[in-house]
């Protein structure tokens, strides 16, 4: 009997411990690079995403690019998130909307123009 738990215990465990390796292999590919710190790069870099909103956050206007959702087994709370400022400098990002990011807030801009 303890076997029995034992193994499922150890079976458990490494289905999270291949979970976790997949989100993070997923954000690291979803991590922008020195060269997409700026809007010029980034697009360069990433010409299939085409999902680009600009919001006005007080007097400043932000790009707002919604990516990619990361594939299963991740399970993410939503798609990934890129923001630049006025300037055209990587702002602030996340792999995954909806986990209370900052990042949270600009998507939801975005997604209601």
């Known amino acids: 009997m303890k076997k029995e738990i034992f193994g499922s215990i150890l079976v458990v465990m490494a289905i999270l411990a291949v ?3 997949f989100v ?7 991590k922008p690079s020195d060269a997409e710190v ?15 909103v600009s919001v006005p956050v007080g007097d400043i206007r932000y ?23 006025d300037q055209g400098q990587l702002f602030d990002w996340t792999p995954n909307v909806g986990e209370g990011h900052p990042v949270d807030e ?6 209601n123009q």
Request: with cysteine; proline share 9%.
């Open 24 to 30: 993070w292999y997923e954000s690291s590919r979803m």
């Open 38 to 52: 700026t809007i010029t790069g980034f697009k360069q870099s990433r010409p299939q995403l085409m999902n680009w």
């Open 106 to 111: 600009f998507h939801n801009l975005a997604r």
């Open 19 to 21: 979970n976790m390796g």
């Open 63 to 85: 790009d707002v690019c919604i990516g990619p959702t990361m594939a299963f087994p991740a399970l993410p709370s939503g798609p990934s998130c890129y923001v630049f400022d």
